[in-house]
């Protein structure tokens, strides 16, 4: 069961991936998870820093359970990029990744220092997946950066032009160029 605390971290990572950091206040975090008014400083003594840091260690989390539960480097491309396209369509484009939000708005180093951690372990656990199937590990490093970056940056085109389509493009050129990669790591 989740718990109330839990609740508020959840919704602030909801709505940060919506709004953004900077429209993102504890308020709406209190009425969009039902949390009495009081608990926000009970839970989150450190105020709306700890909040959105946890938020993002939520996003990370949730994002990084998505790579590690793929059973190859293709299938942990369609499992991120196949989430993020239902979340696209199913908010309307409202919805992108809460971790972009935070890197780019966020004016508190606290904050950007928890964006950078959940980036530089997505791209590990990438690396490790593409290094596992096969490939050399300095390859693995810039082919899970090129994986990241490309993926984040065509969420952000998508929203934008509320069209999956660049998304859809760079999912399909990240698998060939993973096809590619086993194909020349054979013998």
């Not at 998505?66 to 369509?89: N, P």
């Not at 959940?118 to 290094?131: K, N, P, Q, S, V």
């Not at 090129?146 to 760079?170: C, H, Q, W």
């Amino acid at each position: 069961m989740v718990t109330p605390r839990e609740r508020m971290v959840i919704s602030t990572a909801l709505l940060i991936r919506e709004r953004g950091a900077h429209s993102t206040a504890i308020a709406n975090v209190l009425e969009h998870s039902g949390a009495p008014r009081g608990s926000a400083y009970h839970y989150f003594p450190g105020g709306r820093t700890q909040l959105l840091c946890e938020a993002v260690d939520y996003a990370a989390d949730f994002t990084s359970n998505r790579i590690a539960s793929a059973a190859s480097s293709l299938e942990a491309i369609d499992h991120i990029v196949d989430g993020f396209r239902t979340q696209l369509v199913e908010s309307d484009y409202r919805a992108g990744c809460p971790v972009v939000a935070v890197a780019v708005e966020a004016d508190n180093p606290e904050v950007i220092e928890r964006a950078a951690a959940a980036f530089t372990r997505w791209t590990g656990l990438i690396a490790d997946r593409l290094t596992h199937d096969g490939v050399a590990t300095d390859r693995a490093d810039e082919l899970a950066m090129l994986f990241m970056s490309s993926i984040e940056g065509a969420i952000v085109v998508a929203r934008s032009t509320r069209d999956v389509k660049p998304l859809e493009i760079v999912h399909r050129h990240l698998r060939a160029t993973v096809a590619a990669e086993f194909k020349e790591s054979r013998p």
